[in-house]
């Protein structure tokens, strides 16, 4: 059906930067919107950035002016640039999409396996 293959996600010391990236394949007709989310221990799963078809993103408060979310359409891709990491970024970080199928028909979310992203101080 529809698959989501997360990449990027590492040990990286404070200061220092990552790049995500989710590929979604599959029967896809479109994609509404991707994004990200993380998850610290002990903490909810939490949104970091989302963007839709027509290009509007939103922002985590926390990570505004460090993070930078782009899409490739074509592709059906997502990425996260990360810079600046602070150890409070330490989380392991899930892609989702919102997606419209081709067989059936239908819209759902699905939800990569989570890549490992940690921060040293």
């Known amino acids: 059906q529809v698959q989501l293959v997360e990449s990027g996600g590492g040990l990286v010391q404070a200061g220092g930067s990552l790049r995500l990236s989710c590929a979604a394949s599959g029967s896809i007709f479109s994609i509404n919107y991707m994004g990200w989310y993380r998850q610290a221990p002990g903490k909810q799963r939490e949104l970091v950035a989302v963007?839709?078809?027509?290009?509007?993103?939103n922002y985590a408060d926390s990570v505004k002016g460090r993070f930078t979310i782009s899409r490739d359409n074509a592709k059906n891709t997502v990425y996260l640039q990360m810079n600046s990491l602070k150890p409070e970024d330490t989380a392991v970080y899930y892609c989702?999409?919102?997606?419209?199928?081709?067989?059936?028909?239908?819209?759902?979310?699905?939800w990569g396996q989570g890549t490992q992203v940690t921060v040293s101080s």
């Open positions: 963007i839709a078809s027509g290009g509007s993103t």
């Open positions: 989702n999409a919102w997606v419209v199928t081709t067989t059936p028909r239908m819209t759902d979310d699905y």
